[in-house]
């Protein structure tokens, strides 16, 4: 019976460790995006962000634009946001459970950066990208993944916080930009899940030694 709750207590502590809040971090389902619209259940929080297609079946293609020949971070769709000092674009979804004050909270992430591509969106900086929780009238900063490095390169991007007292329904990336600078960030492959604590990896440890225990016998 010791055995069978720590089997279950490390079935359930398993579950939790993998619980993601989001769908669609790649952008690959839901309807098509393109210039000014993102794919569902994405939203447009700040301005118009965009869904570029690196195919331009789903969406705008990028060939001959911006990113053109950097390809998706995975897949072949991933969001973009230009933003120019005040204006930035940003994007949300209202994720598949609410995150309540004291959660430890992980995202990770694909960004890549456009500079001097020219063109009427001509970007001046390399960008990151701001993260906001929102509970349907308040946003709340978190924390920023940091922009990347090279010019047109997906580099990987982690940020981890305790969520701020609430409950917070909806995240929302925006793109970054400081006055008379403009940026293009593009984002794929974002994953948000929370971060075990100390207790539960305790109980999937044990759950876990109980079960190489039976399978000796």
Known sequence: MHKTLLIAAALSA????????????????????????????WYSFYNSPDTLDTTGINGFSTVGYDFDGAGAGEGTVFARTINIGSYIEGFGQTMTTAITGGTEITIGALLASELNQGGAYNATVLGGIDVFLYDGVTTQFVGALAASTAVRTWQSRSLTFVAPTGTWTDIVFSGQATAGDISQTAIDAINVEVVPEPATLLALGAGLAALARRRRK
């Open 14 to 41: 398993a579950a939790l460790a993998n619980a993601t809040y989001i769908v669609n971090g790649g952008f690959e389902t839901g309807s098509p995006g393109t210039i000014s619209v993102m794919r569902s259940p």
